[in-house]
């Protein structure tokens, strides 16, 4: 496993991770972090946190109403779709950001190279992703700074698979800074690996 390393940060949506794939390869868009969404708000110590895997955030509405009832502070959201046609090919992230009124960053875990599972590649068939990016956020009304990314390796487990697209990247934890009043605070949002048992998800967490 990678230590957490100081990523390339973009401001979303020029120019974005979308772009970072296209013009300088796929593998580079998982050194990237997107920035974006409202300015932060909030300067004081209230801390409400939730954190939620969203399974690709098929249902963005859907999400942003569960959001929205939690009033939360800060969101750590993994699972997260950046234009692929299971999710309308939306930037899950921003969508859902932009209606809860808080800036985001997302870092990316893999860049995908079909349609996911097996009913996912049955139902999108016909269908193009227009980015093919899927990775985690974290949404703040805080503000964030220092983001880093640390890249949870499992080598090739998500190749040549036969009930899942071909993918390229690995599982990660996202880091940042939330500036409180009484001063910063260190977040870290992990995303551990499904497919090995759990000690390999134990060693992930060391």
Request: proline share 4%; hydrophobic share 40%.
């Amino acid at each position: 496993d990678s230590p957490a390393r100081s990523p390339i940060t973009y401001r979303d949506p020029v120019p974005c991770l979308a772009q970072v794939a296209r013009d300088r390869g796929p593998g580079r868009a998982l050194q990237a972090i997107g920035l974006g969404g409202a300015s932060p708000v909030r300067r004081s110590d209230r801390l409400r946190l939730a954190a939620w895997n969203a399974e690709r955030c098929k249902s963005a509405q859907a999400s942003i109403a569960v959001l929205k009832s939690l009033d939360c502070d800060v969101i750590c959201l993994t699972e997260m779709d950046n234009g692929l046609a299971r999710s309308g090919n939306l930037h899950t992230t921003r969508v859902i950001a932009g209606a809860l009124g808080m800036s985001y960053a997302f870092g990316v875990e893999f860049v995908e190279f079909g349609h996911g599972n097996q009913t996912e590649m049955a139902a999108f068939a016909d269908l193009t992703n227009d980015v093919g990016l899927h990775g985690n956020a974290v949404l703040s009304r805080h503000a964030m700074s220092d983001h880093r990314l640390a890249r949870l390796r499992d080598g090739s487990i998500w190749r040549k698979l036969d009930w899942h697209s071909d993918r390229l990247g690995s599982r990660q934890a996202m880091v940042c800074l939330l500036d409180r009043r009484s001063g910063q605070l260190l977040l870290v949002n992990t995303h551990l690996e499904s497919l090995p048992g759990p000690e390999r998800r134990a060693a992930q967490m060391q």
